[in-house]
């Protein structure tokens, strides 16, 4: 990607395509237009858009004399299309839609959001709001048998995808936002918000953390490692929702707090699990960071167990984590752009540093076709039943996840 300084970029007045100081003409039209400095370019025809210099001070387009204006004097925008206009127009010459006041956008950062209950996406026959209910003896079976067809399972994705981007234009719309102004991190944070709360945090050893249903992120690294860890977090929230939404599914209820916090346990307390979970988490953060800086930090603190005991599952957990990941990839990818991706690489040339391609060794492109991951996906939600059901510290600290939960979702 070329970058062009500001004080250095030429613009073509009538379309706005940018150039660097080389070219003197646009390419984009059939007549000659002649480029102008953009620095220079700060009066602008409030009927065609045409921008000119400040020592203009009428349109040459029109029969009818047209005052310019500065472009700072643009105070209204189209929700539709974008276009800006001043402070006189009421309704968007292109689109007919009518005009609101551009205003000063919030700090992303300090936009509260709690999108957690529009993941509901239908109404169940059952709301099961303790655990003594969820995990009843029909209920278990119902997990056991494991009655999920593929499609409902595409639907889940489908609905996830559909119901972020109903929020995050809602976000929009409310705090009346310009979103291209937005810089890089800014438009990653508001995209997860708009799953689940995600703030920054003050002071930890660690990057960010994810946990029920909360998100935070230390604003102490470079904004390049703000967003991929945010990617990394987000992407825990979106494995953890996808296996909510199958459980609502499977037992025919709404996802209650008990079904998050089951969830929850049976991913943070089961160690293959964990692994799935982590090694999912590095996975989808790694396609969206520059080559030579992929990280899998917390899927190795976590290998040496299996390693040790029972090598062979590794890979398994990999297959299965990196299969939740391309899911999981369809999901953001349908918000992060090449583009955007092209803006986040740019984030890491800031960085000073090196590269380093270590950690690409545990990268793997295996992935389950639908009826093993079908079976890898029936083996996650059951295997910590046993512990829940026999051990009464376990089904103990599971009601104690259920109590956090609604805590943080009231």
Same mark, same amino acid.
């Given at each position: 990607?070329?970058?062009?300084?500001?004080?250095?970029?030429?613009?073509?007045?009538?379309?706005?395509?940018?150039?660097?100081?080389?070219?003197?003409?646009?390419?984009?039209?059939?007549?000659?237009?002649? %480029?102008?400095?953009?620095?220079?370019?700060?009066?602008?025809?409030?009927?065609?858009?045409?921008?000119?210099?400040?020592?203009?001070?009428?349109?040459?387009?029109?029969?009818?004399?047209?005052?310019?204006?500065?472009?700072?004097? #643009?105070?209204?925008?189209?929700?539709?299309?974008?276009?800006?206009?001043?402070?006189? +127009?009421?309704?968007?010459?292109?689109? $007919?839609?009518?005009?609101?006041?551009?205003?000063?956008?919030?700090?992303?950062?300090?936009?509260?959001?709690?999108?957690?209950?529009? +993941?509901?996406?239908?109404?169940?026959?059952?709301?099961?709001?303790?655990?003594?209910?969820?995990?009843?003896?029909?209920?278990?079976?119902?997990?056991?048998?494991? /009655?999920?067809?593929?499609?409902?399972?595409?639907?889940?994705?489908?609905?996830?995808?559909?119901?972020?981007?109903?929020?995050?234009?809602? #976000?929009?719309?409310?705090?009346?936002?310009? *979103?291209?102004?937005?810089?890089?991190?800014?438009?990653?944070?508001?995209?997860?918000?708009?799953?689940?709360?995600?703030?920054?945090?003050?002071?930890?050893?660690?990057?960010?953390? *994810?946990?029920?249903?909360?998100? +935070?992120?230390?604003?102490?690294?470079?904004?390049?490692?703000?967003?991929?860890?945010?990617?990394?977090?987000?992407?825990?929230? %979106?494995? /953890?929702?996808?296996?909510?939404?199958?459980?609502?599914?499977?037992? $025919?209820?709404?996802?209650?707090?008990?079904?998050? /916090?089951?969830?929850?346990?049976?991913?943070?307390?089961?160690?293959?699990?964990?692994?799935?979970?982590?090694?999912?988490?590095?996975?989808?953060?790694?396609?969206?960071? #520059?080559?030579?800086?992929?990280?899998?930090?917390? +899927? @190795?603190?976590? %290998?040496?167990?299996?390693?040790?005991?029972?090598?062979?599952?590794?890979?398994?957990? $990999?297959?299965?984590?990196?299969? *939740?990941?391309?899911?999981?990839?369809?999901?953001?990818?349908?918000?992060?752009?090449?583009?955007?991706?092209?803006?986040?690489?740019?984030?890491?040339?800031?960085?000073?540093?090196?590269?380093? *391609?270590?950690?690409?060794?545990?990268?793997?492109? @295996?992935?389950?076709?639908?009826?093993?991951?079908?079976?890898?996906?029936?083996?996650? #939600?059951?295997?910590?039943?046993?512990?829940?059901?026999?051990?009464?510290?376990?089904?103990?600290?599971?009601?104690?996840?259920?109590?956090?939960?609604?805590?943080?979702?009231?």
């Amino acid at each position: 990607m070329i970058i062009i300084s500001l004080k250095n970029q030429k613009e073509c007045p009538v379309c706005g395509k940018i150039y660097d100081e080389s070219h003197n003409f646009c390419s984009e039209h059939r007549e000659l237009i002649e %480029l102008e400095y953009s620095r220079n370019l700060v009066k602008v025809c409030p009927t065609c858009g045409i921008k000119y210099t400040k020592d203009d001070n009428f349109c040459s387009e029109h029969k009818k004399l047209t005052r310019l204006i500065y472009v700072d004097n #643009l105070v209204k925008i189209c929700n539709q299309c974008g276009t800006k206009y001043s402070a006189a +127009y009421e309704y968007c010459r292109k689109c $007919n839609s009518p005009l609101t006041y551009i205003t000063d956008t919030p700090k992303i950062r300090d936009i509260k959001t709690h999108p957690n209950s529009y +993941y509901n996406f239908k109404d169940y026959s059952n709301r099961f709001n303790e655990i003594s209910q969820l995990l009843s003896s029909e209920n278990i079976s119902r997990l056991d048998s494991f /009655a999920l067809t593929e499609t409902q399972f595409d639907g889940i994705i489908e609905n996830i995808k559909k119901t972020y981007r109903m929020i995050l234009d809602n #976000l929009i719309d409310e705090y009346r936002m310009d *979103f291209e102004s937005l810089s890089t991190v800014e438009k990653i944070l508001l995209f997860s918000k708009s799953f689940v709360k995600t703030e920054y945090k003050e002071g930890g050893g660690d990057l960010g953390n *994810f946990a029920f249903n909360e998100i +935070y992120i230390d604003d102490r690294a470079s904004r390049a490692l703000q967003i991929t860890t945010i990617i990394h977090e987000l992407s825990h929230f %979106l494995l /953890a929702e996808i296996l909510e939404q199958i459980v609502s599914i499977l037992l $025919n209820t709404d996802k209650t707090d008990a079904v998050e /916090a089951f969830v929850c346990y049976t991913l943070v307390n089961d160690s293959f699990n964990y692994l799935v979970d982590e090694y999912c988490a590095h996975t989808v953060e790694g396609r969206y960071a #520059l080559l030579g800086y992929q990280d899998y930090g917390s +899927y @190795e603190d976590k %290998l040496k167990e299996f390693e040790d005991k029972d090598p062979g599952l590794i890979e398994v957990a $990999n297959g299965i984590g990196n299969t *939740f990941a391309c899911y999981i990839k369809k999901i953001i990818s349908s918000f992060i752009t090449e583009d955007l991706r092209e803006d986040i690489k740019d984030e890491f040339s800031k960085i000073n540093d090196p590269p380093k *391609f270590s950690q690409l060794r545990y990268e793997t492109r @295996e992935l389950y076709e639908w009826e093993r991951f079908s079976q890898a996906l029936k083996i996650i #939600l059951t295997k910590k039943l046993d512990d829940i059901l026999n051990n009464n510290d376990d089904f103990e600290n599971l009601n104690k996840y259920a109590v956090k939960f609604r805590k943080n979702n009231s």
